[in-house]
């Protein structure tokens, strides 16, 4: 499933991210990232570290239905992972030139 996920610690969402492989792929490159994953590495570390320090760490995700708008495609799960990226201050996401 395609889809935008969140991190989510104490009812707060720290990260959100769009997995357009696939929910399940996505989150599995979490636990086992690659050499050349710096998100994934870094991601890792911070749930690892959380999870060593009792917190629990939840998972929200949603799958918006792909639009379309004057017969161009519109990519639902990655517009809706931007905006909640610039509404909301989320510590988890490395910020880039948006």
């Known amino acids: ?41 870094r991601l890792n570390a911070i749930i690892k570290n959380e999870l060593r320090s009792g917190h629990c760490i939840d998972l929200y995700t949603a799958a918006p239905a792909d639009l379309e708008w004057n017969g161009l495609p519109i990519h639902a799960s990655a517009g809706l992972e931007l905006g909640l990226i610039k509404k909301f201050d989320l510590p988890w996401n490395v910020r880039s030139a948006m």
């Open 1 to 41: 499933m395609v889809g935008v996920y969140a991190f989510v610690k104490c009812g707060t969402a720290l990260y959100v991210g769009v997995a357009t492989m696939g929910l399940a792929k996505r989150l599995y490159f979490y636990g086992n990232p690659g050499a050349t994953q710096v998100t994934s590495q």
